[in-house]
Structure formats: C-alpha cells, structure tokens
Nanobody, 124 residues
Framework: VQLQASGGGLVQPGGSLRLSCAAS????????IGWFRQAPGKEREGVSC????????YVVDSVKGRFTVSRDNAKNTVYLQMNSLKPEDTAVYYC??????????????????WGQGTLVTVSS
C-alpha cells in the first residue's frame, strides 16, 4: 500500500491549489482517505476525509467552505481542492488511509498508511 501526495507549492493569499493523493498497490476507491496537515511547530491535524462506504465527506471547521475533497476512481486518485487560501493554511499536507475495505471515515488515530507529504506555502 503506497500513497503519494502532490500538488503543493507557493501560492498567494486568496489563491487556490489542488492536491492529489495517488495510490499504488490497491484500489483507492475502496478505502476511506483522509487529508492531514502539519504546520511548523504545531501538531498534525485532520483536515478532510472521504469515506468509501457511502462517499460522504468531512472537512474541519477551519477550512469549511474553502476546501473540498473528491475522488476520481478512474485515476485512482483523491483530490483536495483548496480555495481562498490563507497564510495559516501553510503546512505539509499528507494523505492517509486506515486500510479497511469499505470503511467510513475513521478517527484520526486509526490511520495506518501515510503518504509522503507535500508542502503548501501561502504567502505574499
């Protein structure tokens, strides 16, 4: 099971980025996929999740209305569309899964497989 997050970069406040989480070794649409971020000097926090069981999505309050999570099963990829970015969104973003077939979004502590992160920097 391998996950790879990509799509980070430098963006000005108010700008947009789309992060991708690509999978190898398994079919990603059968598993819940979560997005997390860790800012310098801060603990990692859950940002968003998309379930496998019913396709339901979750975003943390601090990004609600700005971030959207989605799947493209044909590309075996999950996306995190980030709009209206703020400097406080600056962090390394990771995707992860609990590896449970057909699962809904699990508690943050249940994620087992993690991809390498991608750095998002929001700055003017």
């Amino acid at each position: 099971v391998q996950l790879q997050a990509s799509g980070g970069g430098l963006v000005q406040p108010g700008g947009s980025l789309r992060l991708s989480c690509a999978a190898s070794g398994f079919t990603l649409d059968y598993y819940a996929i979560g997005w997390f971020r860790q800012a310098p000097g801060k603990e990692r926090e859950g940002v968003s999740c998309i379930s496998s069981s019913d396709g339901s999505t979750y975003v943390v309050d601090s990004v609600k209305g700005r971030f959207t999570v989605s799947r493209d099963n044909a590309k075996n990829t999950v996306y995190l569309q980030m709009n209206s970015l703020k400097p406080e969104d600056t962090a390394v973003y990771y995707c992860a899964t609990d590896g449970r077939y057909g699962s809904s979004c699990p508690p943050p502590g249940n994620y087992v497989y993690w991809g390498q992160g991608t750095l998002v920097t929001v700055s003017s």
